[in-house]
């Protein structure tokens, strides 16, 4: 939805609930849109590389691939 800035602070607190129900509404000047008011959602947190360190196991071999199934996944076999 487009509205101008006019009606946008005539209107504000009809078009942060309509944004908050999931509408994106554009705010624009002279017909030209210029900022978008859209629902407020929580940042997740970063993710922090390591988290899993010492809960998950790979097996020795979890990178040897034998060579049918190379073949196969290559259409040879």
Aim: net charge positive.
């Amino acid at each position: 939805m487009l509205v101008n800035i006019h009606e946008a602070k005539t209107h504000l607190s009809r078009l942060v609930e309509q944004a908050a129900a999931g509408e994106e509404i554009i705010i624009g000047k002279a017909g030209r849109p210029m900022a978008r008011l859209v629902a407020f959602t929580e940042r997740r947190k970063p993710r922090k590389p390591g988290a899993l360190k010492g809960r998950i196991r790979l097996a020795d071999d979890f990178d040897e691939t034998p060579e049918s199934l190379l073949d196969a996944f290559e259409g040879g076999g």
